[in-house]
């Protein structure tokens, strides 16, 4: 059973930056793709990017290119999400998760571990 941990979340300003870490707690995580997804009040849980296995191929949504960038270090289990500035509407709870595939993916029905979520608040 893998379990996901994110942290870094927080309440800031618009325009300020934040970096969201999620800590897997097995190695095995490394073959595969990971993504981080978010939920605002009274919304869908939507796609907000995607790594490959490797970390050479990323994938990110149309509303965050340029800002958000996601990583990943396989050697710590780790995968990351870069957000610089950030906007009231970016205010959601955060969830990593991990897929079933190994290439970048943003159809959620292919990702089958998921954490606990991290809140962001922006203030504008």
């Known amino acids: 059973q893998v379990q996901l941990v994110e942290s870094g979340g927080g309440l800031v300003q618009s325009g300020d930056s934040l970096r969201l870490s999620c800590a897997a707690s097995?190695?095995?995580?490394?073959?595969?793709?990971m993504g981080w997804f978010r939920q605002a009040p009274g919304k869908e849980r939507e796609f907000v990017a995607s790594v490959s296995r490797s970390g050479t191929t990323t994938i990110h949504t149309d509303s965050v290119k340029g800002r958000f960038t996601i990583s990943r270090d396989n050697a710590k289990n780790t995968v990351y999400l870069q957000m610089n500035s950030l906007k009231p509407e970016d205010t959601a709870v955060y969830f990593c998760?991990?897929?079933?595939?190994?290439?970048?993916?943003?159809?959620?029905?292919?990702?089958?571990?998921w954490g606990q979520g991290t809140q962001v608040t922006v203030s504008s």
């Open positions: 998760a991990k897929a079933q595939v190994s290439r970048a993916t943003a159809r959620t029905y292919e990702y089958d571990y």
């Open positions: 097995e190695r095995t995580v490394s073959s595969y793709a």
